[in-house]
């Protein structure tokens, strides 16, 4: 009987409130020091090295699968004040986050692929609608009373989250207008105007020599390319599903995009809607993990687009992507804490 009372204790005790934000706090403290001591490349040409990389991924995935645990715990508990549904949808955007973590660490470290769609992208983009949907139903369920100020505010959060957005997925063409175009992109133009100046008439052939330095220079240009197909491990398959998926990469970015901005607003109008009530804080961790989704998000989608051929994976501020999980993780822990506590608080009143 003792030993059976010793062991609920000691697991009651490290599944405590605040075991699981120590641990979550630990966990992104980690995170941040390996991101920032490891996160510099060894040089241009050798980039990240492969062992960085499978610690971003463990840190990341560990992160949101650990959330999705603690808001299925709280769909679960019939006690949660702003509804089990809301955790529902929670808890399925961070297990969704969890699985296209793990999908994209497949293709990028063991296919050697950097494909612009990938299968993970059907459970990111399932993870935007469950987690809207869940947020969606917090807002819902509790009346939006807001002031002028706090309007205002909302207005100017969305309206710096929709103009974020635009500039990060403003197409080629817009940024030549404002002059914001690459460089890289302002140099095809001028080098390609002579070519196209050329006349019918070939030049004539001077020399053997000048042929076999000609042969020696294409040889050394394609050398690059058949060393690139030689490190490619993917399968047939995965590339022809690649192929396949490629077409849908601008649609997909701009889900991506709206679905950004989207839990941004939502975000602020739950932390407005929360704000000072007995369950502040936890809608308060909510909304710092929308915010750090979005700042992650956005960079990503800025290297993406804007820094041509400079991207890769692990870059310091995709930190952000594993502080949101732990702060959607610890906003499940204090409802739960919070609402278990109220209900026994009632309990021992009724008692009394």
């Known amino acids: 009987m003792s030993s059976t009372s010793e062991k609920s204790s000691t697991s009651s005790s490290l599944l405590s409130a605040q075991t699981l934000v120590i641990a979550g706090i630990v966990w992104a403290v980690m995170a941040l020091l390996f991101f920032l001591l490891f996160s510099v490349p060894l040089s241009a040409e050798e980039g990240l090295p492969l062992w960085y990389s499978i610690g971003t991924y463990i840190f990341e995935c560990g992160a949101y699968l650990g959330a999705a645990l603690v808001c299925f715990r709280n769909w679960q508990s019939p006690h949660m004040v702003s509804g089990r549904n809301v955790w529902l949808g929670i808890g399925l955007g961070m297990l969704f986050y969890f699985i296209a973590g793990v999908l994209f660490g497949i293709w990028e470290l063991y296919f050697g692929l950097d ?47 929709i103009a ?4 990060v997925a403003a197409p080629d063409s817009w940024r030549a207008q404002l002059g914001m175009a690459p460089a890289a992109t302002q140099e095809e133009v001028v080098t390609s105007a002579p070519a196209t100046a050329a006349t019918g008439r070939a030049p004539a052939l001077e020399n053997s020599s000048k042929l076999q330095a000609k042969a020696d220079a294409t040889d050394a240009a394609s050398a690059p390319e058949e060393e690139e197909e030689a490190e490619i491990k993917a399968p047939a398959w995965v590339m022809a599903l690649d192929k396949q998926l490629a077409p849908h990469k601008n649609a997909i970015n701009l889900f991506y995009i709206v679905g950004d901005v989207f839990l941004l607003i939502i975000a602020t109008a739950l932390l407005l809607a929360f704000w000072g009530g007995r369950f502040s804080q936890s809608w308060r961790m909510i909304a710092a993990a929308t915010f750090s989704l979005y700042i992650a998000d956005m960079y990503f989608k800025w290297r993406d687009t804007q820094a041509e051929g400079s991207y890769q994976s692990g870059s310091l501020l995709e930190v952000f992507f594993v502080f949101s999980a732990i702060l959607f993780g610890i906003g499940a822990i204090l409802e739960h804490d919070i609402s278990t506590r109220s209900r026994q608080s009632r309990r021992s009143r009724r008692a009394a």
């Open 115 to 161: 494909p612009d769609v990938s299968p993970a992208d059907a459970f990111y983009l399932a993870s935007y609608v469950v987690l809207i949907g869940g947020m969606v139903v917090a807002v819902t369920s509790k009346r939006l009373n807001l002031e002028i100020w706090q309007w205002a505010l909302l207005a100017g959060i969305a309206a710096f989250g």
């Open 164 to 167: 974020v957005a635009i500039w």
